[in-house]
């Protein structure tokens, strides 16, 4: 069972839109959210990350947008250039036992067009 | 500098042979972890250790098998039992009272 979904598998977006990628999960017990950015042949590196007690966190470009209640958060590109084009995974951390293990959403393909 | 590397980046193996990828780090990180990579799937855990001679199986541990003898290396065994191994495998490490979970450069298996 998928314990982050993600959406859109990819998106295209032209450069200086805003690009919008959404993430939904159940375990309420969940404590870190994190996005990470991805380039091909490349490890994953952390772009932003939220806990659940914040609202929004805005770092440059890139901000993260949380509704607890509604267990979803989604990460928002402002002005989104052609070096933006990646592949972006959403995460959640579990607690307890699990303490530190990530599970990740499918993740999105980000295109941005000059 | 200070990071994680990974060896070989691209490896070939026959059907029937075990590989093992390495993963060592030198950021003197408590937890490390395995992913496999596959389009569309997204990261899956393989198996994670949190300290020395200490790893939890992730939830695709079926096919692969792992040591932590030593806090810097965790070395990923990918073994003929794994059905489908063709995938690119991801290391990371998270030191103890952090958040950020650290990659490395992947490897690339390929079963001809």
């Known amino acids: 069972q998928q314990q982050v979904k993600q959406s859109p598998q990819s998106l295209i977006v032209q450069k200086g839109g805003i690009s919008i990628i959404n993430c939904a999960y159940e375990n309420t017990a969940f404590d870190y959210f994190p996005w990470y950015q991805q380039f091909p042949g490349k490890g994953p590196a952390l772009l932003i990350a939220?806990?659940?007690?914040?609202s929004e966190k805005k770092e440059g470009r890139f901000t993260i947008s949380f509704n607890k209640s509604a267990k979803q958060f989604s990460l928002h590109i402002m002005d989104s250039q052609p070096g933006d084009s990646a592949t972006y995974f959403c995460?959640?951390?579990?607690?307890?036992?699990?303490?530190?293990?990530?599970?990740f959403g499918r993740g999105t393909q980000l295109t941005v067009w000059p | 500098d200070g990071g994680i590397t990974q060896s070989p980046k691209y490896l070939f193996r026959k059907e029937g042979q075990n590989v093992t990828l390495s993963c060592e780090q030198n950021?003197?990180?408590?937890?490390m972890y395995w992913y496999r990579q596959d389009p569309g799937q997204g990261l899956r855990l393989i198996y994670y250790s949190q300290i020395v001679n200490d790893f939890q199986k992730g939830d695709i541990a079926e096919g692969y098998s792992v040591s932590r003898e030593k806090k810097e290396s965790f070395p990923l065994t990918v073994t003929s039992a794994q059905k489908n191994p063709t995938a690119f495998y991801l290391c990371?490490?998270?030191?103890?009272?952090?958040?950020?979970?650290?990659f490395g450069p992947g490897t690339r298996l390929t079963v001809l």
């Open positions: 950021l003197n990180h408590d937890a």
């Open positions: 990371a490490s998270r030191d103890r009272g952090g958040n950020e979970q650290f």
């Open positions: 939220i806990r659940p007690d914040v």
């Open positions: 995460a959640a951390r579990g607690e307890g036992s699990t303490l530190g293990r990530l599970y």
